[in-house]
């Protein structure tokens, strides 16, 4: 997405109110809601980060997640079917379509159900992942818990799961 086509997003943002945009997301929010139901795909991160950088951009309530926050994640499994990251920084965030070497946290996951069960579940132990062997974690984990606060309150928004 442009920057002008950010801008302009951005400031579509405070103009309308959050449940219009939601509907303005329709096409993202069932691509995303598509994506959680079938299987995880490399498609699976590139859509949950592109709907957070979307969701960013217009709802006013989930930029706050990244208030003062800067961080670079990155996704994938053990098999490198799935591999994507992310950047944050004052305040925006950018979609990583590949594996990237410079990360504040990269997290391996067994398989692409293992991803989805950390980044989905209600009590989200990351803990209890590692303990099982279905995530290993390079990195702070506080930023793991961070990002799924954030996977979690958009698809609650978004109300797809």
């Given at each position: 997405m442009t920057r002008l086509?950010?801008?302009?997003?951005?400031?579509?943002?405070?103009?309308?109110?959050?449940?219009l945009v939601l509907r303005l997301?329709?096409?993202?929010?069932?691509?995303?809601?598509r994506a959680v139901e079938g299987t995880l795909t490399d498609k699976?991160?590139?859509?949950?980060?592109?709907?957070m950088g979307l969701a960013l951009l217009l709802l006013r309530g989930?930029?706050?997640n990244l208030a003062g926050f800067s961080g670079r994640y990155l996704f994938r499994t053990e098999d490198g079917a799935v591999a994507a990251g992310?950047?944050?920084?004052?305040?925006?965030?950018?979609?990583l379509h590949k594996a990237d070497n410079v990360y504040d946290v990269a997290v391996?996951?067994?398989?692409?159900?293992a991803?989805?069960?950390?980044?989905?579940s209600c009590d989200q132990d990351i803990l209890a992942s590692i303990l099982a062997n279905e995530v290993s974690v390079d990195g702070n984990l506080n930023y793991i818990y961070k990002f799924g606060f954030m996977a979690r309150d958009l698809v609650h928004r978004l109300g797809v799961a």
């Open positions: 086509k950010q801008f302009f997003l951005k400031l579509l943002s405070w103009f309308l109110p959050d449940r997301m329709r096409k993202q929010i069932e691509d995303l809601k699976f991160l590139e859509i949950l980060l592109g709907g989930f930029r706050r992310a950047y944050f920084a004052n305040g925006r965030m950018q979609v391996t996951f067994k398989d692409p159900a991803l989805r069960k950390f980044l989905f």
